[in-house]
């Protein structure tokens, strides 16, 4: 309960949540310790080592002791086919390239992990409400008992319709009484304020994923009339790259309606699909198209069931030097080209 407030406040008070993500993990290896842990039994034995053996015993701890610094990656693997399951990866399936170097990896691991899933809802006026109802129903009935959802609606202003919370009666509750509203659209605003006020600090123990059901037309668009979102579109893609949080857009297509009522022009839905398979580029997972409910059978049990494994990946960077660049990171699956590897597109060296 004490959880669940705390998610809530975080959620009333939009200017709190934001940070920056790790780049690198250090490890130390503290083999002292394990002396100090050894030593009673030492302490018992009739004839102690002698002070050779000790001695040499200090050598290696010198020698083994390490200081080191990883790139961590936490990683999921999308498959292209919805009915088709991936299976067991192992370390050999994947290669990991840091600014098209190839690089070694030095720690792997696989786990079933909890996610954090906010679904942003588009409800202006070029969205069928009913399509955004039923699919926010079916992502929540798919989801594990584990996984915490969040519901946030938007046109030209968002709106907090549930915290993050593993309550399905309530979400559902919620989720009825979604209804139409009125006004343009500041999609990237948006998205802007669940990336930096609604997740709390990225943890091993959870993934933290967005789901966006929308056309894309920010009213910041051209050719669409209204004001439109004040973060750009080039703010909202850097903090997508960024982000540890996974964005999921799935594209409701308006586009014949909106046309032929001259809301807005093919040029524009051209530009927002673009942007949308740009979102989903550099925040590593793939972009859906719908029109109605029916073209997104399988999809909620995919995107559920890709989210909770998580492969954990480290390596030692070829380039060692701290110069504040931006490095990209690419993750690719060797020989299964029925899978895609997604990951944070890169770090800065600092």
Known sequence: MQTEKRNSEVWSHWTKGSRRPQRFLPLIFCLPL??????????????PPPPAAIAHRDDEIETIRVDTELVDLNVSVFSRQPQRPIGELRREDFAVLENDTPEEISFFAST?????LVLLLDLSGSVKVDVVRKAARRFIEAARPSDRIGIVTFTEQYYVVSPLTTDRESLIKSVRKIDRAIGGTNFWDALHFVLKHIFGSPTASRRQAVVVMSDGVDNALPDIKGVGSTVTFDELLELVKTSDAIVIPIYLDTEREEVKRGRATPETFQIARRQLGELAGESGSLLYHARKVEDLRGVYE??????????????????????????????RL????DLAARTRRGYYAR
Do not use: M
């Open 34 to 47: 394990a002396v100090f842990c050894f030593s009673p039994a030492l302490a018992q034995d009739e004839l």
């Open 112 to 116: 079933a992990t909890p996610f954090d």
């Open 302 to 331: 995919q995107v559920i069931r890709d989210l909770g494994t998580v492969y954990s990946i480290g390596y030692q960077p070829k380039n060692r030097r701290r110069d504040g660049s931006w490095r990209s990171v690419s993750v």
């Open 334 to 337: 060797v020989n299964r080209p």
